[in-house]
């Protein structure tokens, strides 16, 4: 009976440390390896859903080991590298080689189909930059920093985006859409029009089969974007000549001389 019963405990013992080890082994698991990874993967599939998004990933760094927020970094900084080569002609380029889900998804395609992107683009540049990388030497690039600043903030706030930087000059572009989103506005409103201008006398059924070209008049809210990008270089040239930083290189000697 004692032998029974000893034997009865041990098996207890024996299924209670099995189930409190595996219950903390799972639990390790899930908070060093699975939830960090699945962190990642949100990240991923968040910047492959739009590549232009700043993203805060603070949060995101907060769970798993050392190496795991490595990882984790390297990821945010590699997105904020791709932004900024790729731009916002680029933004197709990133989301497509870097979405988890899909059936593409495990093929890196660096160069994907063309869209033609209909858009207003402006660009400016700092005029005599060769003088003043000559007399400026190593500070060029805190002057071409404040005006960076100056220009990056203005486009962004006013509903833009600095797709190129050129060293002394900056591409700037204010996105109308891609050309088939803007056929299918196009070919709405045409056929609202044509419903609210149909007479059962019309002879020549052709005369109402327009062209697939993009209208740009028939596209809701582009005058508002067009006084944004307008206003946008304005309160560039107004802020390039209002910052105390930039001002400060006008009463520069070196670049009197």
């Known amino acids: 009976k004692e032998e029974a019963l000893s034997g009865i405990y041990m098996t207890l013992f024996v299924v209670f440390m099995l189930v409190v080890l595996s219950s903390q082994f799972t639990g390790d698991a899930q908070k060093l390896v699975l939830a960090p990874i699945e962190s990642m993967m949100e ?23 050392y190496e795991t927020k490595v990882v984790q970094i390297a990821i945010q900084k590699i997105t904020s590298l791709l932004r900024i080569g790729f731009g916002v002609a680029g933004a197709e380029i990133i ?15 660096p160069i994907v189909p063309g869209k ?10 700092i005029h005599a930059f060769d003088i003043c990388t000559e007399k400026l030497e190593d500070e060029i ?5 404040s005006v960076a600043r ?63 070209a993009v209208d740009l008049r028939r596209i809701p809210g582009l005058d508002i974007l067009a ?31």
């Open 43 to 65: 990240m991923v599939n968040m910047v492959a859903d739009d590549p232009l998004e700043d993203y805060d990933f603070t949060s995101f760094s907060r769970n798993g080991q």
């Open 95 to 109: 989301s497509t080689n870097m979405a988890v889900e899909g059936e593409r998804s495990s093929v890196l395609e």
């Open 116 to 125: 033609r992107i209909y858009a207003i683009f402006g660009f400016c540049d």
């Open 141 to 145: 690039m805190t002057f071409v920093n």
């Open 150 to 212: 100056i220009v990056h903030e203005e486009v962004t706030r006013w509903g833009g985006l600095c797709n190129r930087n050129l060293g002394n000059a900056f591409l700037m572009v204010w996105r109308i859409g891609d050309e088939n989103d803007l056929q299918e506005i196009n070919g709405r409103r045409r056929r609202n029009s044509q419903r609210a201008s149909f007479s059962p006398n019309t002879n020549n059924r052709s005369s109402n089969i327009r062209s697939l």
């Open 227 to 257: 006084d944004k990008a307008l206003i946008g270089f304005l309160k560039v040239i107004v802020e390039v000549n209002r910052d105390k930083q930039v001002l400060g290189y006008r009463s520069d000697e070196r670049l009197k001389s």
